[in-house]
C-alpha cells in the first residue's frame, strides 16, 4: 500500500519554465549534465503550472526485487504498490533541488522512458559526482528487459490521496 511508504522529499515541478532555462541553472551552479541527457531534457515536457510532488526512495534490494531485476519489474512491482511513474521533468528538477547530495549516491528516476532518435530509450539519473565529484545530471538506457543491480535506488511519485 502507497502509505507505507515515507515520503523521501517534496520538490517543486515548472522550477524552470523550459529546458533552456533547466541548462542556464545548471551552469550558473556548477552541476554538470552529460551530452545525453542534453538530448533527453529538449524532449522532456515542463509542467504548465508550479506544483509539487511527493517522492518515495528505494532501493532494488528495499522493494523485494532479486538482484538484477529488469526496468519492467521494477516499474510493475511500483504500480503494484499504488507508487506512480514521475514525471519526466523530476530529473532535472531534482539535480537542482537536491543541493547535498552524498558523493557516491546515484537516483533512478522512475519515468517514461524518452526514446533517443537512435531508438534507444532513457531515464534521468541524478548523480552525487560519482566520477566528477561534482552534482551532476546523467540518464541510463532503460529497456525495458536491462537489469538492476539491487543496490540501486528509484524515485517515483508518491500520490497524495
Known amino acids: ?14 522550477w524552470k519554465k523550459n529546458e533552456a532555462e533547466y541548462r542556464a541553472a545548471f551552469k550558473m551552479e556548477g552541476y554538470r549534465i ?17 506544483t509539487t510532488v511527493d517522492l ?4 532494488v534490494r528495499e522493494m523485494g526485487l532479486p538482484n538484477k531485476a529488469t526496468t ?5 512491482w511500483a504500480e503494484g504498490v499504488g507508487l506512480e511513474k514521475c514525471p519526466a521533468e523530476v530529473g532535472p528538477a531534482l539535480r537542482m533541488q537536491y543541493v547535498k547530495q552524498e558523493i557516491d ?4 528516476v522512475g519515468m517514461e522512458p524518452i526514446e533517443r532518435s537512435d531508438g534507444r530509450l532513457y531515464v534521468f539519473r541524478v548523480d552525487g559526482g560519482s566520477y566528477t565529484r561534482k552534482l551532476w545530471l546523467g ?4 529497456h525495458p528487459t536491462k537489469p538492476w543491480h539491487d543496490i ?3 524515485v517515483f511519485v508518491r500520490s497524495k490521496q
Open 72 to 76: 519492467r519489474e521494477i516499474y510493475n
Open 105 to 108: 549516491e546515484l537516483i533512478m
Open 139 to 142: 540518464v541510463d538506457e532503460a
Open 152 to 154: 540501486w535506488c528509484w
Open 34 to 50: 552529460s551530452s545525453d541527457a542534453r538530448h533527453i531534457l529538449v524532449r522532456t515536457p515542463i509542467a504548465k503550472t508550479m
Open 56 to 59: 518515495v526512495l528505494l532501493s
Open 1 to 14: 500500500m502507497v502509505s507505507d511508504f515515507p515520503i523521501w522529499r517534496s520538490i517543486a515541478l515548472r
